[in-house]
C-alpha cells in the first residue's frame, strides 16, 4: 500500500491531452513539493517535473500542478515516446521518509 | 555534465551483504546529498535512505533500520550503499539518485544496479 495514490493506468491517443493525478495528505503533499519521474521499460527513472518546474532536457508539453494535497502531472499532446510509467514521489514529515506513489503506466493508442 | 555512475550487478547468497558504488561527476559532491531508491520486479520505487556528503550524515527508512548503511569517500566523490542480511525479497534494481533542495525534489539518477539474491 502506497502512502501516495496514483491511477494504476491512463490512455490516449497522440496529441492528445493526458492528466496523472497523485493524491497524498496535509503530512506530505499539502507540506512539500512534488516530483514526477518517468521510467520507460523498466529503465532507470527520468526525472520529468521537480514540482511545477520542469526538469532539464524534457519538452515543455510535460506540466505540473498542485492543489491542496493532489499533484497532478499533465501530458499536452501525447507522444508515442510518453509510453511509459510515471512516478510521484514527495517527501513525508510523519514518516520522516521519502514516499512514492505506485505509478501509473500512460498507453499511446 | 551531471552523472551519477553506478557500479555493476551483483549475485548473493541469502544472508550476505552487498555494497553497491555510485559516482559522482560533473557537479561538487559535497553540495548535494545522495538517496537511495530500489525496485523489485514488475513493482514500483521504493525509498531507502539519505546521505549528506558534506557531513556523513544519514537517515535511513524504517524498513531498512539496522541493515543498511550509506557512506560516501569524497575524495572520489563516491556514495556506498551497503545492506547486509540479505532474502530473496531483496532482489531489486538499486538506484542512486541526487536530491535538489532549491526545488525539493530528486534530479539526476544513477543507471541503477541490479541485485540478484539466490541460494
Known amino acids: ?30 507540506s512539500y513539493a512534488v516530483g514526477w519521474y518517468q521510467q520507460i521499460s523498466h529503465g532507470a527513472p527520468k526525472t ?6 520542469l526538469a532539464s532536457g524534457i519538452p515543455d508539453r510535460f506540466s505540473g500542478s498542485k492543489s491542496g494535497t493532489t499533484a497532478s502531472l499533465t501530458i499536452s499532446g501525447l507522444q508515442p515516446e510518453d509510453e511509459a510509467d510515471y512516478y510521484c514521489s514527495t517527501w513525508d514529515h510523519s514518516l520522516s521518509a521519502w514516499v512514492f506513489g ?8 | 555534465q551531471v552523472q551519477l555512475v553506478q557500479s555493476g550487478a551483483e549475485v548473493r547468497k541469502p ?10 561527476s560533473g557537479y561538487t559532491f559535497t553540495n548535494y546529498d545522495i538517496n537511495w531508491v530500489r525496485q523489485a520486479t514488475g513493482q514500483g520505487l521504493e525509498w531507502m535512505g539519505w546521505m549528506n556528503p558534506q557531513n556523513g550524515k544519514t537517515g ?9 548503511s550509506i557512506t560516501r569517500n569524497t575524495s572520489t566523490n563516491t ?11 531483496d532482489t531489486a ?3 542512486c539518485v541526487r536530491y535538489l533542495a532549491v526545488r525539493d525534489a530528486f534530479d539526476v539518477w544513477g543507471q541503477g544496479t541490479m541485485v540478484t539474491v539466490s541460494s
Open chain 2, 93 to 95: 534494481a538499486y538506484y
Open chain 1, 48 to 53: 520529468v517535473m521537480l514540482g511545477s518546474f
Open chain 2, 15 to 24: 544472508g550476505a551483504s552487498v555494497t553497491v558504488s555510485c559516482k559522482a
Open chain 1, 1 to 30: 500500500q502506497s502512502a501516495l495514490t496514483q491511477e494504476a493506468s491512463v490512455s490516449g491517443t497522440v496529441g492528445q491531452k493526458v492528466t496523472l493525478s497523485c493524491t497524498g495528505n496535509n503530512n506530505n503533499i499539502g
Open chain 2, 60 to 68: 535511513y527508512a524504517r524498513n531498512f533500520q539496522g541493515r543498511l
Open chain 1, 102 to 109: 505506485g505509478g501509473t503506466k500512460v498507453t499511446v493508442l
Open chain 2, 79 to 89: 556514495a556506498h550503499m551497503e545492506l547486509s542480511s540479505l532474502s530473496s525479497e
